[in-house]
Structure formats: structure tokens, C-alpha cells
């Protein structure tokens, strides 16, 4: 019987010894607005006008084919091609702007020793607002 009180004494305090640390270090949670952050990316212009570039030159090609084509199911079907065109191309274009945003994102919740990142409208109440400091940190490091 000794025994087993003994085992469960030292499991006792082996879990509080361990939980100690974790129940101590509580979040630091930061909020952002995102889209604020990607609109505000110095590249997002430029990518923005190429993209409306390339969907005016597909459009036109698409309607040019459809045009000559009088089989309905080869119409949907370039009309298809034309969206998954324009949608790979956007993903292309967008991808390094959301990996720097990403990058400074990390970058102030380092510096802010921020742990949690939500989006601003999902929280009621409370947390640091670092969009701000993103957009900064953006405008001086994305051109890197």
C-alpha cells in the first residue's frame, strides 16, 4: 500500500513540475487585418494592373474562339480553360506577395514577442493590433 501512495505522491508532483512552466507562459496574441496588409504590399499594384492585363487579353482570345466555334460544349469548354487560366496565373503572381506578408508577419510577432496571430474581426475584445507594423516592415523589407 506504501508502495502505491508513493508512486502516485511522485506522479503527483512529476505533473505538477512539468505543468508549472506551461500553466505560466500565457499567449501574447496579436491581431492583424490581412487584407489591409496584402492591398498595402508594394508589389500589389503592379501585380494588380498585370493581372487585369492578362484577363482583358484572355477574355478577348476566349471570345474570339467562341466565336468560331459553334458547338456548346466547346464553348463551356473555353470558357473554362480561360478561368483556370486566369486563376493559375493570380496564384503565380500572388504567391511571393502572401510569402512576404507570411515573412512579416513572423517578423513582428518576433520582435513583439507575440505568440498568436488571428484575423482582427474574429476577435470581440482584446489582443495587439500589429497590422500596422507589418504594413511598415513590408514597405522596408519586401523590395530586399
Known amino acids: 500500500m506504501k508502495k502505491v501512495f508513493l508512486y502516485a505522491l511522485a506522479f503527483f508532483v512529476f505533473s505538477l513540475l512539468w505543468a508549472a512552466p506551461q500553466a505560466r507562459a500565457a499567449d501574447v496574441v496579436g491581431v492583424i487585418e490581412s487584407q489591409k496588409i496584402v492591398f498595402q504590399h508594394p508589389k500589389f499594384d503592379s501585380v494588380t ?40 496565373r493570380e496564384q503565380f503572381l500572388m504567391s511571393p506577395i502572401r510569402k512576404d506578408c507570411e515573412r512579416a508577419v513572423q517578423a513582428v510577432m518576433k520582435s513583439k514577442k507575440i505568440t498568436v496571430i488571428l484575423e482582427k474581426d474574429s476577435v470581440y475584445l482584446g489582443g495587439t493590433d500589429i497590422t500596422d507594423d507589418v504594413v511598415a516592415w513590408l514597405k522596408k523589407n519586401a523590395a530586399k
Do not use: H, N
Open 49 to 88: 494592373k498585370s493581372l487585369l492585363d492578362f484577363r482583358r487579353t484572355s477574355e478577348s482570345a476566349a471570345f474570339r474562339a467562341v466565336e468560331l466555334e459553334s458547338d456548346d460544349e466547346k464553348k463551356a469548354g473555353i470558357y473554362e480553360t480561360a478561368a483556370r487560366e486566369l486563376a493559375e
